[in-house]
């Protein structure tokens, strides 16, 4: 039996949230371009289809066996592979979380190694809710989850609080005015777009409850 298995939370599991994001990502390439077209440069949909298909291939060709191991690889390959601003942020984003991770997982310290992960983006995006950014989406969703953890909701229930956490999250980027990146150098002209990492990040946490719910019906 592997480690983790008494929670679910195990080596598997994790690289079944990386399958189901880079699925979710290649479906949603031309909406996550569109979104940056509007107040970037039209590759976020782009940038994150390839580094997640680089992903994959990692993990196939070097099979982790721990859940750290499974979310270092793709952080590094998102890292390696990403040209854009995405790239480095979900990689170290993917990194800490892993490098916080106890072996078992359990949900309350997976909980607490997101929340470092989502750090991990602020300090490295220099960036705060409320900017206009992918934090506006992994935050909330940092705190929806520990809640749910912390009032001891089952697993698969806590991740989908954080994946509508995450898109409530996403979509209220809209009426924001950008401050970090690109979508930054628009000013008052980046209000009425959602930003495109706010919303690739709600596919991420969308993914994520997806393969919570689909083990648990399992
Ligand atoms: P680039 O902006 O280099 O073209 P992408 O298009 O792949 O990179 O990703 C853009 C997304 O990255 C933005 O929508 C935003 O969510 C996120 N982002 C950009 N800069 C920052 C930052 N400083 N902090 C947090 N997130 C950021
Ligand atoms: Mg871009």
Redesign the pocket.
């Known amino acids: 039996m592997s480690a983790g298995a008494g929670t679910g939370l195990d080596t598997a599991f994790f690289v079944a949230w990386l399958e189901e994001t880079a699925g979710e990502i290649a479906r949603n390439r031309e909406r996550l371009t569109e979104l940056?077209a509007a107040i970037?440069?039209?590759?976020?949909g782009t940038?994150l289809d390839r580094g997640f298909t680089e992903v994959l291939r990692a993990l196939q060709e070097s099979p982790p066996d721990s859940p750290a191991q499974a979310l270092m690889t793709a952080g590094s390959t998102l890292i390696r592979r990403v040209g854009?601003a995405s790239g480095p942020l979900y990689g170290s984003a993917l990194r800490q979380i892993g490098k916080a991770l106890a072996d078992p997982v359990t949900p309350a310290g997976f909980a607490e190694a997101f929340g470092t992960g989502v750090m991990a983006v602020e300090r490295l995006g220099k960036a705060a809710e409320g900017d206009k950014t992918m934090i506006d989406a992994l935050g909330p969703a940092a705190r929806a989850l520990s809640e749910a953890v912390r009032d001891a909701v089952e697993t698969p229930e806590a991740l989908a609080r954080a994946a509508a956490a995450a898109a409530e999250g996403a979509r209220a980027t809209v009426p924001m005015t950008a401050r970090k990146g690109?979508a930054s150098y628009l000013g008052e002209r980046s209000v009425g777009h959602e930003d495109?990492g706010a919303a690739s990040s709600a596919l991420i946490m969308g993914a994520l409850a997806a393969v919570a719910a689909r083990r648990e019906g399992a």
């Open positions: 940056d970037g440069d039209a590759d976020h940038n854009g690109r495109p």
